[in-house]
């Protein structure tokens, strides 16, 4: 990358955030110093809207220059306003053919619908983890396979169980599913499906086009492989040291870990040309509600548990 970037993407579980749930002090002055200098940062997960409002309003990361865009790229919104500018939705006979997969394979179906988790399963624990995390409504309906499209408009479907039920399924419902959804894996129990054609890179050069700016000048840092159009649509691409061996792979450059200040080397560089950022005040309570611990527990992730 020859200019200063104009577009910052920034996945959070594993990029921004650190093991212990934290933004460093050197990304945070990183990203103080990249605003001055008019770059917008997009906050881009497969966390929905709503949960990324409410970790970033906790990490204290918001209001003007900054982007949400969740459910892995298919619905965004100002983080200043609330505005939702971009969504997406899966269209309803697909959407009952993810559910009909999912429940011969016993495999847990969430769909996200805006600010809402749209279950058949309410008491499901994995299901009042997701809503409580991030922020969501559940709606529960008696049986996800007969909803009607006037009934739910779906972003994503999120399905979770072990690994080792859920890497098999995810090669079945390729075989089935693969030429009509996007889909991949966001942590080792979570497998998701958004719309044909809409992902994390989707969203970074629709962003850049509705300010425009060419995605050519943007940066993206990813550590997982729902992350991999977005690095590959960046005009420079960064994994983080702890990323996927296929990320890694996949990348322009490669940058230390999401515990090492990864984020804030590479931005030092792009903005400083290597001198890090001036210190920026840290905030006294920035521990998130629902940092993703990617160890498996029991099919579950446990924000206190680490």
Do not use: W
């Not at 990358?1 to 920034?10: D, E, G, H």
């Not at 220059?65 to 969740?70: K, P, R």
């Not at 039920?165 to 991949?184: C, D, K, S, Y």
Request: glycine residues 10%; contains cysteine.
């Amino acid at each position: 990358m020859t200019r200063t970037p104009s577009l910052i993407a920034v996945d959070i579980d594993g990029t921004l955030l650190s093991s212990t749930g934290r933004v460093l002090p050197g990304t945070r002055a990183e990203f103080a110093r990249a605003q001055q200098a008019g770059a917008t940062i997009a906050l881009v997960s497969g966390r929905p809207v709503a949960g990324l409002r409410r970790l970033m309003h906790r990490l204290q990361l918001e209001g003007a220059g900054f982007v949400h865009v969740g459910s892995n790229g298919s619905r965004s919104a100002d983080a200043q306003t609330g505005e939702v500018l971009t969504s997406h939705t899966l269209g309803i006979d697909v959407v009952h053919e993810v559910v009909a997969l999912c429940k011969e394979h016993g495999i847990t179906v969430m769909l996200c619908d805006g600010d809402d988790l749209v279950v058949d399963r309410p008491q499901d624990r994995q299901v009042v983890f997701e809503a409580e995390g991030n922020d969501l409504r559940i709606r529960a309906v008696p049986d996800l396979r007969a909803i009607g499209a006037a009934e739910v408009s779906v972003n994503k479907v999120l399905m979770n169980a072990d690994p080792t039920v859920l890497r098999p399924f995810a090669e079945v419902f390729a075989e089935q599913l693969g030429t009509r959804v996007e889909h991949a894996f966001s942590a080792p129990f979570y497998f998701e499906a958004t719309p044909a054609g809409i992902d994390k890179g989707s969203a970074l050069r629709e962003l850049a086009a509705a300010r425009g700016l060419d995605a050519a000048d943007s940066v993206a840092f990813g550590d997982n492989f729902n992350d991999l159009p977005m690095l590959a649509a960046a005009g420079l691409g960064v994994a983080m040291a702890n990323a996927t061996a296929a990320v890694r792979d996949a990348a322009d450059r490669v940058t230390a870990s999401n515990d090492d200040e990864g984020i804030a080397a590479v931005l030092a560089d792009l903005f400083g040309q290597g001198e890090p950022a001036p210190a920026v005040p840290e905030p006294q309570d920035q521990q998130p509600l629902y940092a993703l611990d990617l160890r498996e527990i029991g099919g579950l992730v446990h924000a206190d548990d680490r």
